[in-house]
């Protein structure tokens, strides 16, 4: 701004919000306005609830989700089938799996995919404790659902090599035509795997 | 979500964020992760600023901005130039004119336009105001720099009106092509006010 047009208090929660993804500088004025105009409602509920969050956090020690308790809900859900693992990138995909309602499973975050380029390897997951949970053995079946990009696979590949002396069951989802997908509008590779893997009707 | 994946408090976070404009249902889960990630650096951080916020954010009884005093940093600004006023829908328009630095002036804002629809009348803005800083005798020219739409151009007509009697210059902002617009993209109305105001070369 050319000249200070209102407090540093004020300017400051717009540099904050800024940084929220999703908000970039514009729309980040854009929210701050609106908390302030909605300040019973929106900024003191917003701030409290920033602040619950802060104190009772927690990552679950054992599957790498978030929650206020360690372990967290879905560990300790004794309704989930616990021979049965998902394994993901991060919590927004556990999230996202949990939402399909289509499956009652535990879950392992791995907090990110192998990139050497980025320096990140093997010990910078949570694959130790993926391999320790699978040695408890009550595991019967891994379901590896990374991202299908190549950092993904190749951390998926990665997975079944370290898992290849246990007696466990590794799958990965299906590829195939998205639900609602437009065939024109899909890249070579989806459609080469949709056909390879068809079904009979 | 089918099934509780995490704590009450991440979820009531998740709901807050949700009804911050820019972020929806899906972008407040993947913001909320971010934060709870970065927990030191920016949920902390976010957390104190809008509780900051929350407790010295004042709107402004002389002009209607949002600072952290009153009169704000605006209104006390002795470098501005006091016979010049702006007059805006929404604190947001103050600061999109400030950040162009093209002007030094003084502002008011109206609080929204007139609305009949939707039962916003001449006393919802802060147009008495306006009426009372005029008559204050300072004020030379009033810049009356409401949206282009029906709604703004209604209270133009309307604050036009109830100045009618005092003696101050009340200019509005110039139609015409938006810098770096294309002529192609640009609406009938637009490009017939461009024309009539064309300038010489």
Do not use: F
């Not at 929650?67 to 004794?78: A, E, R, S």
Request: a negative charge; proline letters at 4%.
């Amino acid at each position: 701004m050319a000249k200070r047009v209102t407090g540093p208090e004020i300017e400051k929660l717009i540099q904050l919000l800024a940084k929220v993804p999703g908000l970039g500088p514009r729309s980040a004025r854009r929210a701050a306005l609106h908390l302030i105009k909605k300040k019973e409602q929106l900024l003191g509920p917003l701030s409290s609830a920033m602040g619950e969050a802060y104190d009772k956090v927690k990552i679950c020690s054992r599957c790498g989700n978030v929650d206020t308790v360690d372990p967290c809900t879905v560990c300790t859900d004794l309704h989930r089938d616990q021979t049965m693992l998902i394994v993901v990138e991060d919590v927004s995909d556990l999230w996202a799996l949990e939402r399909t309602g289509a499956m009652n499973t535990a879950y392992h975050v791995l907090g990110g995919t192998l990139s050497p380029l980025d320096g990140i390897g093997p010990d910078d997951l949570n694959i130790r404790g993926l391999i320790d949970r699978v040695n408890e053995g009550v595991i019967r079946e891994i379901i590896i659902a990374v991202n299908a990009t190549v950092e993904g696979q190749t951390t998926a590949h990665y997975i079944t090599d370290q898992l290849s002396g246990i007696d466990v069951k590794i799958t990965r989802l299906a590829h195939g035509v998205p639900v609602g997908g437009e065939l024109d509008y899909l890249d070579e590779g989806t459609l080469t795997a949709a056909l390879r893997a068809r079904t009979v009707i």
